[in-house]
């Protein structure tokens, strides 16, 4: 079901807060695939896109995480105005190159099944692929290797944002994920039954589809209604 009404931010947008061992986890839902993280005395934006939020009105970014290169996920006017001196970019290879010689940026590049540790966080930089849908030309809208999810340890808090996939089997094998973040729209990334079949393989303990679109979220909260250990929330992430 879904539960734990959200706190409406001076920007409009939806504010939920977890404990966690070096204090608060404030996650911001911006919109669609795009998130802001504030712990620790430090803000993670994850895919900001100007189309979804007025980015001079929000905290500016001590980390930046892209998944991948769809314009949807990656704005490089977004990145340039979450700027400050030291705000470090972590992007995958194809966002490098197609954000070109932006030598004001400071970027780090990680590929499936990196581990990177920044200011007091864990991140794992895991595969985000389609196994089934493709385009009308018959590429895969997500080819395997090009696209990121991420695992970020806040405190002992892990919170999977899984990008643009399917219910692949490394996301299914995942474990101890307190909070997820799954896509669930078509024909992109994951159906409904799609996202339930994960959640129940890896039992986040709180589960939020993002990138959703037009997708009927009472649908999901249909097939996990009587899923023990999983509570299923629902954001204005379409």
Known sequence: MMLNNPVISQNNHEVDRFPTSQGEL????????????????????????MREADYSSLPKADLILITHEHADHLDPDAIQELQKGNTLVVLTKACLEKLGDRP???????????????????????????LKHKRPGGGYYHPKGVGNGYVIDFGGKRVLVAGDTENIPEIKALKDIDIAFLPMNLPYTMTPEMVADAA??????????????????????????DVQGVEVRIRHLE
Request: charged share 15%; net charge negative; aromatic share 12%.
């Open 26 to 49: 404030a996650i911001t839902f911006i919109g669609h695939g795009t998130l802001m993280f504030k712990w620790n005395g430090k803000v993670i934006h994850v895919d900001p896109v």
């Open 104 to 130: 004001s940026l400071n970027t780090r590049v990680m590929q499936n099944g990196d581990h990177f540790e920044y200011l007091g966080m864990e991140i794992d930089a895991i595969p985000a692929y389609n």
């Open 200 to 225: 129940i393989a890896f039992k986040p303990a709180v589960l939020y589809p993002y990138h959703y679109g037009s997708t009927n979220t009472d649908e999901l909260l249909r097939l996990m209604k």
